[in-house]
């Protein structure tokens, strides 16, 4: 299995960090990733997402939508015994003034072993400017 998980600490509580990330109608304006995402924010449906690295359109099912705390989706292609990724974001209070953005990826299935390292790192790469650039967004908002 292939994962990666990045984490950034970000000056804001996270309803203030949670109302940026689930903003997707401004992802377009700054998110390396994932360029646009629509749908019904509801578990258990299919959303739509427009990933940026990979210049294609995906349609995950969302999988937790906890408001203030996680979002999770899951893709596959394919069936899911050959190649599914689980997509999260976490968030958790590291003080009254702070909150850790926790966010990751992992693929598991038969094709998730061939996955080339070097998709592996440029994505890491992407999920950490994404970090970088939302971190910025709400600071620079206070």
């Known amino acids: 299995m292939k994962q990666y998980h990045t984490s950034i600490t970000i000056n804001g509580m996270p309803n203030e960090v949670w109302r940026e990330l689930t903003n997707f109608k401004s992802y377009p304006d700054w998110n390396p990733i994932v360029g646009k995402l629509t749908g ?6 299919k959303i739509s997402t427009y ?3 990979l210049k294609g359109t995906f349609y995950p099912v969302l999988l937790r939508y906890h408001e203030n705390r996680e979002l999770l989706w899951q893709g ?5 015994f050959l190649l599914a990724a689980k ?9 009254d003034t702070q909150t850790e953005l926790q966010h990751g990826e992992y693929f598991t299935g038969l ?4 996955l080339p390292k070097s998709f592996v790192k440029k994505m ?12 910025s967004n709400i600071e620079n908002s206070q």
């Open 40 to 45: 019904e924010m509801k578990e258990g449906k």
């Open 51 to 53: 990933i940026v690295p």
């Open 76 to 80: 596959a292609l394919g069936a899911k």
């Open 87 to 95: 997509h999260y974001y976490r968030l958790k209070v590291v003080s």
């Open 111 to 114: 094709f998730s072993y061939f």
């Open 124 to 135: 890491e790469l992407a999920f950490e400017q994404h970090n970088i650039l939302l971190k």
